[in-house]
């Protein structure tokens, strides 16, 4: 089957230069010029001619476990030689040269010396090129070094939301929505009205700058009777307590909201005892005589 294929591969391709040149001429007629569509149809062609063998082949497949015979039909092939990659490629090139009349895909320049042809070949933009990157087993002509480098899953980049990581293009996707530190994430006080959006390794960070914003738009949620001139006043007093800038190693609403309740409880402690330790004004009986003589 697989010579017979050959042979009626290698027939038809021989013949399709002249068959098209034929129907250029005729307007109904699709003249296809891409090698891979044209060697498609001669592989429909040939299918046709062997139905009856390949639909009885077909049934013999049909089972619960057809894909599971698929797999272990192939492997047995690929395992006793059944087609070489190097007797498939030999196949290809001489298709390719066939149906490839416009010279698009081959290169079908001819040289007189022997030099000259190894000469051309380091430089023959059709010659074979394996991809670098590790992981790729991809094979292509040098025209296509670009194409293949602008899309190889396994090319080497920098992430794209650029941290120091370097990923293969393939991870690139998982790694900016997974474990990226630059990937942008709202603030932890977004509930509370702070609507920053910032790269998840710059969170402490910014807790530290924006502390007074953050402390005061929990303290509007804690205390929604208040004036926001009130709520600011005792803001700026708890921003004078020595403990104030701690706040910042509080990176929730919730977390935070305890703090503050507790900087309150202190500061409403400290003007107790500023309070107590007020001398009180002396009244008219506590005076002596001469001071209340002087006074009057």
Known sequence: MRREMVDYLTGRSETFVAET???EGNEDAEVLDNPTEIVSLFLDDFSGLKRNLLGRVSNWLISDRRE????EFVQEMEANGFWLLERRESVAEILLKNVDYKSANHCNVKFDKM???VEHKDECNFRGLRCSSEGCRATFCAMHSEKHESACP???LQCEQKCPAIIMRCEMDRHCITVCPMKLMNCPFHSVGCQSAIPRCTVEQHCSEFLHDHVLQVLRVMHTDESDEDLRQQMEQIAKLPSFSQLAEAQSVR???WEVKDLETELKTREDELEK???EEPTVSDMP???LE???
């Open 255 to 257: 977390n935070l909201t």
């Open 21 to 23: 040149l034929m129907e």
């Open 289 to 291: 005589m001469q001071a």
């Open 68 to 71: 599971d015979k698929i797999d």
């Open 154 to 156: 396994f090319k080497l």
């Open 115 to 117: 030099e000259e042809l």
């Open 294 to 296: 002087l006074h009057e």
């Open 277 to 279: 330790e007020k001398p």
